[in-house]
């Protein structure tokens, strides 16, 4: 073995990995800066078998299984494991045992191959369209395989941002800068399983099971992209949309894939295409092939109006002083005339005070009172708690809600808003919405839209990595104001609407459970009232 060094470090053209020296976490650098850092988890580092200034390849153990973890750097950039049950340190990931791999015993698992995925193998599953995805959990559940299987993380670095997709036999991870449009780092899955899991990804299907002497393989294959768009054209041509209005069938069209829904959604055959019908909210929607098992979720959103209205319903039904997202909720709702109990909503409002809160929803709902209520005396005490605020996401929002309630009100607050729109901040996604509601200069403003294209994962499928529901929300609604006559603007507003729908489809898939729903509703209503 090789003499250990602290860290490998391998270049990959303008990037390079640096892997630790027990393997557990590397890092993607353009530079001297960070672009993402990744970490497995659920493994106990056993040794390093190569350290070669193109390769690197570590052993590990699991719980009834080692792990050999290669990278190695060319034309692409290529992330290996494999999982094997015999006991001890782990054996290399090398020719020795390519000729021995595990019998798939679990949907979803791949047998090794070429790059692309030459070589899967067949794996039972579904015979028809119809049968139900708790049947596939059920068979993974009665296997006699591992408990624990490895476990990738990811953290964007500063500057940079992080879109995943991780459906089972299908996935990617987009890595790209916050600030321009390219270059992305795609890292397409092309051998193996790797599945979103609350804080990281699975590297492995749950109950895996493995045979002596055999092993099962994984690989993520990374390349250099034009943009989020470009990774999107690579991905499966069967993969339609996943975020949909409600009562807009989900198309799907490859005989060579067996389709599985979980009830209540249904499916129904219409010439050579299969369409997912859903009710509002989200459904499950499993995809058995050669490949293996790819586990989809489609967003049906219900509309706007019908979320207020619903979410209206279950303010006043809540004990106590309601929250500030839900008396924004409220008052939005009373403002479009959705609540069939308007007094009652009237006299919750009236009680409560948004005067001495810090909360930017909590000041909406004061302008959104003032206007209602013709009050000019209250919208300027709106503006006043503005000035104590320090700028945040949604502030700028806020203000340009203050400025037009004023123009309706008979008076114009240009100078007051103005003012505020001027002020300082740190935080450059807060700097973009306060410069794009008074600057509007696209040679400050247009890489970070582009930038935001990306956080946002243009048309990749997916979600967010590092972003909570409620700074997605905030940060559609920053989308929402990229103006018409920028280049940027079809793709931001196609972006917008994507993650739109996926959030409202995810808060009617609630139905309000969730502490974050009234807020995510609050702060897209919000973004809407500007359009």
């Known amino acids: 073995m090789p003499a250990l060094s602290a860290e490998t470090l391998m270049r990959w053209g303008a990037f390079a990995v640096r ?16 672009w993402a850092s990744f970490t497995l988890h659920g493994m106990q580092p056993t040794g390093r078998f190569t350290d070669d200034d193109d390769e690197v390849e570590h052993g590990f153990t699991i719980p009834g299984a080692s792990v050999a973890v290669r990278h190695a750097v060319g034309e692409a950039w290529t992330m290996r494991w494999a999982l094997s049950a015999a006991e001890g340190s782990g054996e290399p990931d090398g020719p020795a045992a390519s000729d021995r791999e595990s019998e798939p015993a679990a949907v979803g698992v791949d047998a090794e191959g070429d790059e692309g995925g030459e070589g899967t193998a067949e794996v039972p599953g579904p015979a028809a369209v119809g049968a139900t995805a708790s049947a596939l959990a059920g068979l993974l559940a009665s296997l006699n395989g591992l408990d624990v299987v490895p476990e990738l993380r990811v953290i964007p670095g500063p500057g940079c941002v992080v879109w995943a997709w991780a459906a089972g036999a299908e996935a990617m991870i ?7 449009a390219a270059p992305v780092v795609g890292l397409r899955l092309t051998q193996g399983w790797l599945q979103e899991r609350p804080g990281g990804f699975a590297m492995a299907p749950a109950g895996l099971e493995l045979t002596a002497g055999r092993r099962w393989v994984g690989q993520l294959r990374a390349q250099l992209y034009r943009g989020v768009d470009d990774l999107a054209a690579r991905l499966p041509a069967w993969l339609a949309p996943l975020e949909l209005s409600a009562g807009q069938p989900w198309e799907f069209r490859d005989p060579d894939h067996a389709l599985v829904v979980e009830p209540p959604a249904t499916t129904r055959a219409e010439g050579d295409v299969i369409q997912v019908i859903g009710e509002a909210g989200r459904a499950c929607v499993a995809l058995h092939s050669p490949r293996g098992l790819t586990e989809l979720t489609v967003s049906f959103a219900p509309s706007l109006d019908t979320l207020l209205a619903a979410g209206a319903a279950h303010v006043l039904r809540l004990p106590g002083r309601i929250p500030p997202a839900g008396a924004f909720v409220l008052a939005e709702a009373l403002a479009r005339s959705l609540i069939s109990e308007p007094v009652a909503a009237e006299r919750l409002l009236d009680d409560f005070d948004w005067s001495h809160d810090s909360d930017l929803l909590a000041i909406a709902t004061g302008v959104a009172r003032a206007q209602r ?5 209250m919208l300027r005490a709106a503006l006043r708690r503005l000035q104590l605020v320090h700028p945040q996401p949604g502030y700028g929002r806020v203000v340009m809600a203050a400025w037009l309630a004023s123009l309706a ?7 007051e808003a103005l003012a505020l729109l001027s002020r300082p901040t740190g935080s450059e996604w807060v700097a973009l919405e306060l410069n794009v509601l008074n600057l509007r200069s696209l040679e400050v403003a247009g890489g970070l839209f582009h930038g935001l294209v990306n956080a946002l994962g243009g048309d990749l499928p997916g979600d967010p990595v590092g972003l909570d529901a409620v ?32 959030l409202l489809a995810g808060v009617a898939e609630s139905a309000f459970a969730d502490p974050d729903d009234l807020a995510v509703l609050a702060w897209l209503a919000l973004g809407h009232s500007l359009l």
């Open 409 to 415: 009100l008979g008076e114009d607050a240009r100078d």
């Open 19 to 34: 892997v630790s020296d027990d393997g557990r976490e590397f890092t993607l650098l353009h530079g001297a800066d960070a």
């Open 471 to 502: 700074r997605q929300a905030q940060l559609v609604g920053l989308l929402q104001l990229c103006p018409e006559e920028w280049p940027m603007a079809t793709a931001a507003a196609a972006c917008a609407g994507k993650n739109s729908r996926r």
């Open 373 to 377: 209520n013709g009050n000019s005396r």
């Open 174 to 180: 987009a890595v790209a800068p916050g600030r321009r």
